[in-house]
């Protein structure tokens, strides 16, 4: 708790004195500026033994991550990708409306890996099948190419590490793949971008009927997640600050329209936030439409349906942007249907990341979920691990030896003890034994004791920060993976017998930002602390502007920012 | 709050008053910015008389420059054009490599006119027919749109202003359309780029045979104008200087190939520049193929054919970028066959750029040409201006008092001196006397003095500086339209009788560049000055910078080419 302490006094120090959270932006921007470039220096690896192929598939967040990270020179790393860079997606937002340039986000991953001194080799191409019989990924050039049909080839492996990330889900609704745009890449942004201009230009010729023109100038957007409320947020301001006052016959009748199935927005941070943020969009004159699901989109109409009252209404828009959670690529549903993972929304992997039913194929990002062990699945076999001398009773000493690796094994273990504010697993079962006496448990008592522990189990979230650690994390396992082999360093394996080669993968929340607009902005860090207002805007400048993956795009994200100040955004339409 | 108050405070001062940011920008720039930037300080015009219409179509730099120095309230102007922004084309060949950004050279034109506080709107269409009949523009939005039928509208005018511009002339070589990459528009630059990297991303792939690669490597630049050759320049440094660092393995594959269809490149500019520019591109390897005309564009191939020899060879190629010219816009075109001025390649204007045959119709920039009126077709009516006793003869002294009028409503006559080394027409007269005694003139000798005086008439080139020119001449002549109309300060009318309202148009040409890669270029100044090598561009720098639209542009390009110094251009594809 102690850190927790120093954080809070740090942000009421902010909060009263502001200046100083400037300092903590020119402090954070360098510091981690020199995290981020600390060269990596490549081990000297012999050339004597045959390298291990390693392939890569994505260059998002997860890819780039375990490139960046990856030092051991005993791999021959190719990397396939149908985009040539890495994008610092939490800011495409940004770039919709010119806040930010698009490339100022983008670094060619070629650029990346340059300078690490290990092999690894890049193509632009989209893997389109996966043959695990084989060992062998077959891709294809996505340009329109003059090339015949030489553009499709396959590539070998040893370790896959898919990281391909998702798609945008439409839910199935009808119209919306033809008529919305969605947020996930650069070219979205860009196309967003073109489009509020052109509606605005379009709104401005004359022979409309202002019926049409304020159609034209309906704005909506679907999902009341961080992405849609901060796109909505941007677009606010952009309205307000630059176009009103370049499109002056037609800026009030610009409108923005949240839609929202849930009950609120930011439904996953704390109720603080999400109240601060529907009262200063009620402020802004943001329309917010919460409890209402979108049932299909037409080119100029879009269909609601209120989930209260089965009512269906029509709204008519300029431009629809649909920002309503993820969805599996077609390659990933092809290949969790060859190795039989079916039905799932994503694929399924060990603690290791490893996915479940292959050896040597892993997969971390958005395409994959870790599909923890549960206690209950396992409890016959922790107990026989802990039962030293097959007594079919435990105490407390035999199980001390055990408790660790249980801990690690499972997490959830550690998150419920958290949640009743128990000490550790002793107090668990001490607090089951309590109405027994005794100093002995039997299995029956034992599993009862962590009957509930695997309440705690959560799937990840779909963030850039998660494929950002699991990106490392892979890579860390890789560099070490010949020391690992031989001195294992992870938990007990319960089921079988020895150790697991390495530690499971486990998730570090940093907190998670939501922009509002306005110089606004509302946090959520570690152990529920809530930061709202200006200054919290001023922290989310410093992290966005360190967590930049190179000096160049840090740079220039930070000079955009300057220039949008001084000069306001751009409204060209280019 | 108080830090943040006054930090907010000076970026809403900026934001509401540009001109303390242009201050603020005055203090850290250094700079000719100054010369280029003047602000406009509007005349408070009376709103009894109805205002004449003003339809300007089209925003490039003759457009733009007409509507940047147009000050007189007495109009109410209505501006079309397909691109809501000024484009500074100079630097579109330093957009095709990211040299600098496409946004950094654009700026909207609401935002040019905004602040002018004369009535000026824009309308973001294509002119599609000119109707003189009836005082009328056609206009056709340019965006896919779902506006129904909508999108086309009509404007009265009372004075048209056509600075269309031109599109690029391709001779009517097959396959050039389909094939080839232009540069004409910020699009265009935009394109380039990605296909650039994308050639390279292709040569990358695996499954290519080495004939290949080098096929899709080679970039073919048809047509060595200064576009062209700067483009070829760009591509080089782009090259050598980013992207053989990221593609090592294909990097010794690329060529760039220069094809003319004359003896030498540059043939507009000095020999030395000529040369020095041909032997440039040897050293770098950029080959070049002078006397070589196309003949055919496929796919994958270009054919030329040898002016000399008339050999006809292929050329396998990865990207063909065409600039061997303008041709004329349709619209253009069909306005020309509507008012007579058939099989021409643009449309021709008087001296006051006012278009023949058409009484309130201006055409300017490089869809227009000024048809010079020729001494020759005038000399008996300037013979009778001059000659006042109706003598038959004339004597210097008759003469004196029209000469200045003839100097200025024919300009080929001073230039026609100064190339004899002559230092007004008295000289020229004088020397045609010679040969007879006396003092007195006829009607023959004076027309044997005047006789070589055409052969110094040109056309003027088809470039940015005199678009601009032409733009911030017809501004000046509007502004003092009412004025003018009551004193002409124009020239004798020679034909008719009284004064021409406004002095004509004079070009002022001051002088042209030509970037040549490796931060070298070539200048030709006034009076044949020549200066080549880095220090020149290091003018051209200072010279771009301070010719840019605004002051935000100018803070962009000049912070992209600091950028490029620092980080190198950007080679992700999008």
């Given at each position: 708790m102690r850190t927790f302490t120093i954080f809070e006094r740090a942000f009421k120090a902010f909060r009263d004195n502001p200046s100083l959270s400037k300092l903590m932006v020119v402090c954070t921007v360098s510091g981690g500026g020199l995290l981020a470039f600390a060269e990596t220096r490549p081990f000297s690896g012999s050339d004597s033994v045959p390298k291990k192929k390693v392939v890569v598939l994505g260059t998002g967040w997860a890819g780039t991550s375990f490139l960046k990270n990856l030092k051991s020179s005993t791999f021959e790393v190719q990397v396939v990708s149908p985009r040539n860079y890495f994008a610092f997606t939490p800011l495409l937002p940004s770039v919709t409306c010119g806040t930010?340039?698009?490339?100022?986000?983008v670094e060619p991953i070629r650029n990346i890996v340059?300078?690490?001194?290990?092999n690894i080799e890049f193509k632009e191409a989209e893997c389109y099948k996966i043959d695990t019989d084989n060992n062998k990924v077959y891709c294809r050039s996505g340009q329109d190419t003059n090339l015949g049909g030489e553009e499709e080839f396959s590539v070998d492996y040893d370790y896959l590490v898919i990281a391909m990330g998702a798609r945008s889900n439409t839910?199935?609704?009808?119209g919306v793949v033809e008529n919305c745009h969605f947020l996930k890449e650069v070219e979205d942004a860009q196309r967003i971008r073109r489009t509020v201009i052109d509606c605005f230009e379009r709104a401005s010729?004359?022979?409309?009927?202002e019926e049409e023109r304020k159609r034209i100038l309906h704005f909506v957007v679907v999902g009341g997640g961080p992405t849609g409320v901060e796109f909505a947020a941007e677009l606010h301001d952009f309205v307000l600050e630059d176009l009103a006052k370049l499109y002056p016959s037609v800026k009030n009748l610009a409108k923005i329209t949240l839609l929202e199935?849930?009950?609120?927005?930011?439904?996953?941070?704390?109720k603080r936030i999400t109240a601060f943020a529907e009262e200063k969009f009620q402020r802004d004159g943001i329309h917010l439409k919460t409890g209402s699901m979108v049932i299909k989109v037409d080119d100029k109409h879009i269909s609601t349906k209120e989930r209260s009252t089965g009512e269906v209404s029509e709204i008519p828009f300029g431009m629809v942007v649909w920002s309503t959670g993820i969805g599996t690529r077609p390659v990933i549903m092809d290949f969790m249907n060859q190795i039989g993972q079916?039905?799932?929304r994503a694929l399924a992997t060990d603690e290791w990341l490893r996915?479940?039913?292959?050896?040597n194929i892993y997969a971390l990002g958005d395409c994959a979920t870790i599909n923890q062990r549960k206690v209950m699945e396992d409890i016959s076999v922790i107990f026989s691990k802990a039962d030293k001398n097959n007594s079919g009773t435990l105490n407390l000493k035999d199980f001390q030896e055990v408790i660790d690796d249980i801990c690690e094994r499972y997490p959830q273990v550690g998150l419920y003890l958290k949640k009743r504010q128990m000490r550790n697993i002793a107090d668990l079962l001490k607090s089951s034994q309590?109405?027994?006496?005794?100093t002995e448990l039997d299995i029956a008592l034992f599993t009862s004791a962590l009957s509930?522990?695997?309440?705690?189990m959560k799937n990840l979230p779909a963030t850039a920060q998660v494929a950002a650690q699991q990106g490392q994390y892979l890579a860390n396992c890789f560099n070490r993976m010949e020391e690992c082999e031989r001195n294992p360093e992870g938990p007990l394996r319960f089921r079988g017998t020895g150790r697991h080669r390495f530690h499971p993968f486990r998730y570090k929340h940093l907190g998670q930002f939501a922009p509002l607009g306005g110089e606004q902005a509302a946090a959520q860090l570690p152990g529920d602390w809530v930061s709202i207002g200006q200054s919290t805007q001023w922290l989310w400048y410093s992290v966005y502007a360190s967590k930049q993956v190179s000096w160049r795009t840090r740079a220039l994200v930070v000079s955009d920012w300057g220039r949008r100040f001084i000069f306001g955004r751009d409204s060209s339409r280019i």
């Open positions: 930010v340039e698009a490339r100022s986000i340059r300078k690490k001194g290990i839910f199935n609704t009808p010729l004359p022979n409309l009927s199935a849930g009950d609120h927005i930011l439904n996953m941070f704390d079916t039905n799932r996915v479940e039913g292959c050896n309590a109405e027994k006496q005794g509930e522990v695997d309440s705690q």
